[in-house]
Nanobody
Framework: QLQLVESGGGLVQPGGSLRLSCAAS????????IGWFRQAPGKEREGVAY????????NYADSVKGRFTISRDNAKNTVFLQMNSLKPEDTAIYYC???????????????????WGQGTQVTVSS
């Protein structure tokens, strides 16, 4: 059974940092593009960061560029999202998702992702 499990969320003060992890079980992430998404109360889910299967290509939403970094360790079957300089508007449930691709590309279309984790809460507040 394919499963993605996010961890690393929590409560942090503005300006602080968190590192989210997305661990896969039941399948290898080697051939999957990965995306991190978030959904705040009353808002639509939005894409935050994306990475190709090799890790060689990444893409970020404008709102997080320069603050968030997506990376992956295929040997550990895990993808990470390092979040620095956090702002209250970053508060949301964060999800990772996987899309199997035959080529090494970044996938930024939410509807292409068909494997989703359960999410982890990130709260930025003083």
């Amino acid at each position: 059974q394919l499963q993605l499990v996010e961890s690393g969320g929590g409560l942090v003060q503005p300006g602080g940092s968190l590192r989210l992890s997305c661990a896969a079980s039941g399948f290898s992430l080697d051939y999957y593009a990965i995306g991190w998404f978030r959904q705040a109360p009353g808002k639509e889910r939005e894409g935050v960061a994306y990475i190709s299967s090799s890790g060689g290509s990444t893409n970020y939403a404008d709102s997080v560029k320069g603050r968030f970094t997506i990376s992956r360790d295929n040997a550990k079957n895990t993808v990470f999202l390092q979040m620095n300089s956090l702002k209250p508007e970053d508060t949301a449930i964060y999800y990772c998702a996987a899309d199997r691709e035959g080529i090494d590309i970044v996938v930024i279309t939410t509807t292409q992702y068909d494997n989703w984790g359960q999410g982890t809460q990130v709260t930025v507040s003083s």
